[in-house]
């Protein structure tokens, strides 16, 4: 699935830190990602939503 795809109940960011390497190839051997960090730090601002679970 591509970056540009999020699926349901994902962070928008967390999944294109993750699934595009461009991102982080300017990073030096075992140098955190700024945006990376920050996110861990103070959680998801945004996921995208799942659809309504029509389970009973």
Do not use: F
């Not at 591509?2 to 051997?29: E, F, M, V």
């Not at 955190?32 to 009973?56: E, F, L």
């Amino acid at each position: 699935m591509p970056a540009s795809q999020t699926p349901p109940g994902q962070c928008p960011q967390c999944w294109q830190h993750a699934y595009d390497k461009s991102i982080h190839r300017k990073l030096g051997p075992r140098e955190d990602c700024p945006q990376c960090v920050d996110h861990m730090i103070n959680g998801h601002p945004y996921t995208v939503p799942k659809k309504a679970s029509r389970w009973w």
